[in-house]
């Protein structure tokens, strides 16, 4: 994150994923109780220029994911469930822009982000509860047993 209020000034170093959904254009950044307003993000450079800013609000980015199963590489019964692991996609097509007011925490805004689409693949576990809520597999006391 480059600070160009007087001089560039490199102020902070933020995950690239993370950064994605809270140094956009348009969000107003809190660093070191410090309120900062993205001016631009350099995606292929990874950098984001932000402006000190005295705003009585800040922002916070939703982000819309989709999971698609890819492959299965095995399953297992576990008491009435099944646990599965294998492969999985995840993509972010799109992410809306809140801005809450300070204090009250009330919304003052909304809109739509312009952001490239995000995808990761990854090898995932995942359980299917078939009949039975989370909420009551949650207040089961059975232990759950690991198969190999």
């Given at each position: 994150?480059?600070?160009?209020?007087?001089?560039?000034?490199?102020?902070?170093?933020?995950?690239?994923?993370?950064?994605?959904?809270?140094?956009?254009?348009?969000?107003?950044?809190?660093?070191?109780?410090?309120?900062?307003?993205?001016?631009?993000?350099?995606?292929?450079?990874?950098?984001?220029?932000?402006?000190?800013?005295?705003?009585?609000?800040?922002?916070?980015?939703?982000?819309?994911?989709?999971?698609?199963?890819?492959?299965?590489?095995?399953?297992?019964?576990?008491?009435?469930?099944?646990?599965?692991?294998?492969?999985?996609?995840?993509?972010?097509?799109?992410?809306?822009?809140?801005?809450?007011?300070?204090?009250?925490?009330?919304?003052?805004?909304?809109?739509?982000?312009?952001?490239?689409?995000?995808?990761?693949?990854?090898?995932?576990?995942w359980m299917h509860f078939p009949g039975v809520s989370w909420r009551a597999s949650r207040t089961s006391r059975a232990p759950i047993s690991r198969t190999?």
């Amino acid at each position: 994150m480059v600070d160009i209020t007087r001089e560039h000034e490199i102020i902070a170093e933020v995950a690239f994923t993370a950064a994605l959904t809270a140094l956009h254009e348009k969000a107003i950044y809190l660093h070191e109780a410090r309120q900062y307003q993205v001016e631009r993000f350099d995606y292929d450079g990874r950098k984001a220029y932000v402006r000190r800013v005295d705003s009585d609000y800040f922002t916070d980015a939703i982000d819309y994911t989709q999971v698609k199963e890819l492959d299965e590489f095995e399953s297992a019964e576990v008491q009435g469930a099944r646990a599965a692991r294998g492969d999985r996609s995840r993509q972010s097509p799109n992410c809306r822009l809140k801005k809450i007011k300070f204090y009250t925490l009330e919304n003052v805004g909304a809109g739509q982000l312009s952001m490239p689409e995000q995808e990761m693949q990854t090898t995932s576990f995942w359980m299917h509860f078939p009949g039975v809520s989370w909420r009551a597999s949650r207040t089961s006391r059975a232990p759950i047993s690991r198969t190999a």
